[in-house]
């Protein structure tokens, strides 16, 4: 090894100090809950979007909405929308990838083909069945304010 007190020439195996010493990792910043206090009231509506609704769960520009909900309890709020759009799966799940990327949340892996992100304040979850008239896509989330 070197001594002691060497000077580095070149081709050295000593590197001379750093004038800022590495730290690790950068700084991780705080997670943002995605919902805030007063929660809506727990409801339900056929045909539309229920009061309240969370918009990082919101349809895809053009779907008809099949149904929404919201479930509070304290400071939880339990979602889930059904729509039908003619985008195809793709294009909603890319629509959902980049909103909820946006959001700070991670993609979780799945072996069912369902789309799930996940972070320190919910998880939020896409899947599809079938449906005549275009591509039936469900979201369902449990949100946190804390």
Same mark, same amino acid.
Do not use: C
């Given at each position: 090894?070197?001594?002691?007190? %060497?000077?580095?020439t070149e081709g050295s195996e000593v590197r001379p100090p750093t004038a800022t010493p590495m730290s690790g990792l950068p700084p991780v910043e705080a997670a943002t809950p995605l919902i805030s206090d007063p929660l809506p009231k =727990?409801?339900?509506?056929?045909?539309? *979007?229920?009061?309240? &609704?969370? %918009?990082?769960?919101?349809?895809?520009?053009? =779907?008809?909405? @099949? $149904? @929404?909900s919201i479930a509070v309890q304290d400071t939880v709020?339990? *979602? $889930?929308? @059904?729509?039908? $759009?003619?985008?195809?799966?793709?294009? *909603?799940?890319?629509? !959902?990838?980049?909103l909820w990327?946006? %959001?700070?949340?991670?993609?979780?892996p799945t072996a069912d083909g369902t789309t799930t992100f996940a972070g320190t304040y919910g998880s939020l979850?896409? $899947? &599809?069945?079938s449906s005549g008239t275009g591509n039936? !896509?469900?979201v369902y989330g449990v949100l946190r304010t804390q």
């Open positions: 090894g070197p001594l002691p007190g %060497a000077m580095p =727990s409801a339900a509506r056929e045909g539309g *979007i229920v009061d309240g &609704f969370p %918009a990082v769960a919101g349809p895809l520009d053009g =779907s008809k909405v @099949s $149904s @929404s709020m339990q *979602i $889930s929308l @059904s729509a039908v $759009s003619t985008a195809s799966q793709d294009d *909603i799940r890319g629509h !959902y990838r980049t990327n946006t %959001a700070g949340l991670r993609e979780q979850t896409l $899947s &599809f069945g039936l !896509y469900t």
